[in-house]
Each structure stands twice: as C-alpha cells, then as structure tokens.
C-alpha cells in the first residue's frame, strides 16, 4: 500500500500572496518528491484540489493557472489517481473517521494532522508560517467514552504526536520510517507483487516474477521481503553517473554470475534477450533473486526470485 501523507489545512489558511504560495508549493512538492522516491506515495486533502484554497482568498485553481507553476503542477497532476480525501484514506485504511475525538494544535482544530496520527501517516504542510517548521508536531487530542459504571460521558485529554515535514530538512527524520511502513505487515509473496510499486519504486520485475512471488516457498519469503527492501535502498541511493561500475550495495554478499553460468541467466526483457549477471541469497538456503541494473532508468531489473538455478 501507498505511504499515506495528509496536507495540513491550517497551512493553506495564511494570509500570503501570489508569490508567497508559489514559493511555498515549490517546497511543498519537492517535499513530495522525496518521499516519493521513498516509495509510492498518496495524498489526502481536506477537500479536492480543485476547491481547495492555498491561502485565504487565493485558491489552487489560481495557482495551477499561473505559468510559473507549470512544472509543481505536472507533477500533482500525475499523481492525481493517488490524491484522496481525508475521509476516503481513514475509510481504505481501516483508521476510526470519528466525530467523537478531536485533535488541535496551539488551540486550533486540525484535521490532517489529527488523520495522519490516527491512520499512522505523515503530515505535511505548506512552508507558509513558522508553526509549520518542525519534524514533529505536538497534538492536544479530546476523545469523549462512556463511563462503564455511570453511563456518563467523559472528556479523555491527553498529547500525542505526528510526524511532520514542511521542509526536506525535517525528511531525515522519518525516512527510516516511511521506507518501511507498512512493508513489516505484507506476510505473502502474492501481497509482495501487489505492492511491488508502493514499496519499491525503483526496482523493475519481470512478468514472469509474477508467478515466482505467487508461489514462493514460505522458507524464503522472509529474505525475500528483506533483500528487496536493501535493492529498493541500493537503487533509490545509485548515480549512474558518479557510479557507473555499480551501486554501494545495501545488502551482503551481493555477487556477479561465474562466466559458465551465464548462459543460463538469460531472460527476454522488453524484445530483447539480457543476461541478469547478479545475484543475492535469500537465506542459507537455496534461494536466489536474480537481476541486472539498468543504467539508463537508473533502476534494477529482476528476472527470477526463487530456486537457485
């Protein structure tokens, strides 16, 4: 599943200008960028984009319309399929959509950070006011329960906190985190395909993996879920360029094919016939995920997951 990120509406509600909001989303969506290289990655707003305001009086159609923000807007635009509501995200993610709990910052209703903390998300602002500039932020949460002896309702207050960014400063943080949510709870091969995009976004699968993963032996899930999560490190971290004989690999014992053994390493890929030379351990048994990178895509290429050949 996609990393959950919800915009802070109280960030859309300054009293900054034209520029101002430019500036602001130029950050805002390199903030999206980067975790989007993370991993997949959905965006819940208060309300669709297209009715929503930037700052008071000045509204997201305003912006998407102005020419210097064409590129910011290319980019939103491609991920408008992941773009959600906050009550549409609660709702996909199981999370309570309560009307009896209520989370504010320095006294004020916030909405988004309150959906981020109960779907465990991330938060995200517009870098509009100080208030924003930190990688946490702490809540006041009011929750009402009934008394179980009187019946009465009570006013259960206490603090909490969510992860933040408004700035890619306050990224660090979390990355550890935003790599990996989520990817802990997937318990099958098949449920690994599934979210192949999501959790990693720079490696490439053949077809034929499909069916690999499908009907991986239970011995090796448990490496296979581990060694594709240190390849999605390796290539999201690889410049082809600086690095042209390869990436610092995240994982041991990462090894090329013997010469022999490359005739039997071979795969059609795209129209074409490739030698996928590298390969690592699933465990201390037999297991082996096979690939090739591709310099060009800056990416790594898998052909096999399973039995050693």
């Known amino acids: 599943m996609p990393l959950l990120v919800f915009l802070n509406e109280q960030s859309c509600a300054s009293e900054c200008g034209a520029d101002e909001v430019a500036e602001g989303m130029r950050t805002f969506v ?32 305003q912006w998407r319309n102005d020419a210097r923000n064409k590129e910011e807007y290319r980019f939103i635009q491609a991920m408008r399929n992941r773009c959600t509501t906050f009550a549409a995200a609660l709702h996909d993610t199981a999370a309570p959509d309560r009307d009896d709990i209520w989370h504010r910052y320095k006294g004020v209703d916030v909405q988004g950070l309150g959906a981020a903390l109960m779907a465990d998300g991330m938060s995200v602002s517009l870098p509009l006011a100080p208030d924003w500039d930190a990688a946490w ?6 929750e009402l329960s009934e008394d179980p002896e009187t019946g009465e309702t009570l006013a259960d207050e206490y603090p909490d906190r969510v992860r933040h960014a408004s700035q890619m ?16 709870r997937v318990s099958s091969g098949a449920e690994l395909w599934a979210g192949r995009e999501d959790f990693f976004p720079n490696l490439q699968f053949l077809d034929r993996v499909q069916a690999d993963l499908e009907n991986l032996d239970p011995r090796w899930f448990k490496g296979t879920r581990q ?45 074409k016939v490739e030698c996928f030379e590298l390969h690592g351990n699933l465990n201390r048994g037999a297991g082996r995920i096979y690939f090739r990178l591709v310099h060009e895509e800056k990416a790594i290429r898998i052909a096999h997951i399973g039995r050693h050949l």
Do not use: C, F
């Open 137 to 142: 932020l702490d809540l006041d949460v009011e």
């Open 30 to 61: 390199g903030v999206l960028k980067e975790l989007k290289r993370w991993r997949g990655i959905s965006l819940a707003t208060q309300s669709p984009l297209d009715e929503a305001e930037l700052a008071r009086g000045y509204y997201y159609a």
């Open 169 to 184: 400063t306050h990224l660090g943080e979390h990355e550890a985190w935003g790599r990996l949510e989520g990817l802990d």
């Open 227 to 271: 060694l594709l999560r240190q390849l999605q490190a390796t290539a999201s971290g690889w410049d082809p360029v600086t690095s042209p004989t390869g990436p610092h690999w995240e994982a041991p014992n990462i090894r090329g094919e013997h010469e022999n053994a490359r005739r039997d390493r071979i795969w059609e890929d795209n129209g």
